[in-house]
Structures are given as C-alpha cells and as structure tokens.
C-alpha cells in the first residue's frame, strides 16, 4: 500500500480531516494532502512526526511492514479514549495490569 493510502487510511481511522492533520503536523494543508495523494513523499522528520501522532511505526506508514499487534493497541489507545466513560477506562486499565502482573508471576 503506498504512503498516501496508509495516511489517509489512519486520518479516517481516526475520524480526523485533511486540516486537522496538518494543523496538528504544523504543515501546510496543501503539503498533508499532497502526501495523502503521493506527490511529494513526506521528509524523514515529517514521517517521524507522522508516526508519532498516528501511534504506528514509521516502517508501518511506508509499508515496510505490518501493524503488529503493538502498533494496533498503540493505534487503538490514541484514538477514542476521550470517547469512554470513566467506568470504561478504569476497566480497560484493569485488564491490562491484570495481564501484565500475570506475566510478572510467570517471569516473563
């Protein structure tokens, strides 16, 4: 999948515009869509910015690899937790420390 599928792909997975996303990688909008529509690729600092605010691997966006199963909770994790109720967060924590114990105890 080329560079400007994967970025536009992670903007609507994230439910975020062309704008917002500029705005936020302090570029222009003109630039953010030029990426999205391959011309030109983005520099290495801006793909690291990318990376950074979209919660995946830069080798993700390139498409040298695939969302592993890290990257899907770094992703997942930045993107709706605003949407949650308090209730849910602390439950989702609750799993998580519950797992992360458990291999503490098997001395993983």
């Known amino acids: 999948m080329a ?3 994967k970025l536009k792909t ?4 994230n439910g ?3 704008n917002k996303v500029a705005d936020d990688l302090m570029i222009g ?3 953010y869509w030029g990426y999205e529509a391959n011309k030109p690729s983005p520099t290495s600092e801006t793909l690291e910015r990318m990376s950074k605010y979209f919660h995946v691997t830069s080798s993700y966006i390139l498409g040298e690899s695939q969302m592993d199963s890290d990257d899907y909770l770094l992703a997942l994790s930045g993107k709706n937790l605003t949407e949650l109720t308090e209730d849910q967060k602390a439950a989702v924590k609750n799993v ?10 098997k001395g993983k």
Not at 98 to 104: A, P, S, V, Y
């Open 3 to 5: 560079i400007g599928k």
């Open 96 to 105: 998580i420390e519950t797992f992360l114990k458990q291999n503490e105890s």
């Open 16 to 18: 975020l515009t062309q």
């Open 10 to 13: 992670l903007r609507k997975q």
């Open 29 to 31: 909008r003109r630039t």
